[in-house]
């Protein structure tokens, strides 16, 4: 399983960007999927996670700014973030959860900043 995170970039507080994460083949195999991010000098935290039930669920810090989509078509999950503020800047990471064994993308960062 590969996993290729794209999409970070430097943007004003109070503006969007879409991350996405193409996996190498159909994302129905995961059980799990996941964006985390990590800023400096701060451990990894999950921003927004999605179940094979269908289930998301979201970090207090993003709710209702942030929305967690897949395309199973493209085999991509996504991350929609809106209304960005400057602690939203950090490395983002997506993960998948498949038969027991967890795959990270390899990070993009995100900039919030005037």
């Known amino acids: 399983v590969q996993l290729q995170a794209s999409g970070g970039g430097l943007v004003q507080p109070g503006g969007s960007l879409r991350l996405s994460c193409a996996a190498s083949?159909?994302?129905?195999?995961?059980?799990?999927m996941g964006w985390y991010r990590q800023a400096p000098g701060k451990q990894r935290e999950l921003v927004a996670g999605i179940s094979s039930g269908g289930s998301t669920n979201y970090a207090d810090s993003v709710k209702g700014r942030f929305t967690f989509s897949t395309d199973n078509a493209k085999n991509t999950m996504y991350l929609q973030m809106n209304s960005l503020k400057p602690e939203d800047t950090a490395v983002y990471y997506c993960?998948?959860?498949?038969?027991?064994?967890?795959?990270w993308g390899q990070g993009t960062q995100l900039t919030v900043s005037s």
């Open positions: 083949g159909s994302i129905f195999r995961f059980n799990v």
């Open positions: 993960n998948a959860l498949h038969f027991g064994s967890l795959y």
